[in-house]
């Protein structure tokens, strides 16, 4: 599967984004899918993870504020960020995979997209 992100912006502080992931070459109904970020120098970490059967895990430093989410008519999976922080600023990268997406395990996952720069300006 490819991914593809969009969405990615300059915001200030409080402001709303919605990264799009775009799917093609299969579909993602199957597939675990998640949301990174990484800033330069530093580790990647990991927002939001969508399972399979449609549950959902989130970084405590995002929970309550963003929302992931999938059209699987689209094949498009998503991330509604809201009340925006600078801290939020980072590449943010689609994730995918046929058994499992993990925030501990990034290296294990499957798929990746070239991610979209969050820019919040305070």
């Known amino acids: 599967v490819r991914l593809a992100e969009s969405g990615g912006g300059s915001v200030q502080t409080g402001g709303s984004l919605r990264l799009s992931c775009a799917a093609s070459g299969d579909t993602i109904t199957t597939y675990s899918m998640g949301w990174f970020r990484q800033e330069p120098g530093k580790e990647r970490e990991g927002v939001a993870i969508?399972?399979?059967?449609?549950?959902?895990t989130y970084a405590d430093s995002t929970k309550g504020r963003f929302t992931i989410s999938k059209d699987n008519v689209k094949n498009t999976l998503y991330l509604q960020m809201n009340s925006l922080k600078p801290e939020d600023t980072a590449m943010y990268y689609c994730?995918?995979?046929?058994?499992?997406?993990?925030?501990?395990?990034?290296?294990?996952?499957?798929?990746w997209g070239q991610g979209t720069q969050v820019t919040v300006s305070s």
């Open positions: 994730a995918a995979d046929e058994i499992v997406v993990d925030f501990s395990n990034p290296d294990t996952i499957g798929y």
């Open positions: 969508l399972d399979s059967n449609g549950s959902t």
